[in-house]
Each structure stands twice: as C-alpha cells, then as structure tokens.
C-alpha cells in the first residue's frame, strides 16, 4: 500500500484509530459483501486507505490524547 508522506504532529493514538477503524468498516463490510457480493479485495482496499487517512489526520492533530 502506498502512504502518503505527511509531516506528523503526534502518533499518539494513531495506531488505535488505524485499528478501531479497521475493526469498526470490517463490520460494515462483512454484511454488504454477502449482500452485495462484492470483490472483497477491492473492498478490504477501501477499508485499509480509510484506515490510513484517519490514523493520518490523528497525526496531524497535536490534541490527540486525552488530558
């Protein structure tokens, strides 16, 4: 997979938000697979480039932890 190159500000939190967001679209993709049946490489693609985009913008973030 290809990840853009960004700056960061703070990973703090970022690989829960990579996780949280796969398990959270995997869950959504299961059942639109089955109904759908959709290409589920084309679809865990989605899910992984949505993944990284979120985890980005935590990077980007510098409040991105509890206080």
């Given at each position: ?59 980007l ?7």
């Amino acid at each position: 997979y290809s990840i853009p190159k960004i700056e960061p500000i703070s990973t703090i939190g970022a690989g829960d938000t990579f996780n949280a967001s796969i398990i959270s679209d995997y869950f959504k993709l299961k059942e639109s697979i089955f109904i759908k049946n959709n290409d589920i490489k084309v679809e865990l693609e989605k899910l992984i480039n949505n993944a990284v985009k979120i985890s980005q913008k935590v990077c980007l973030s510098e409040f991105n932890y509890p206080v």
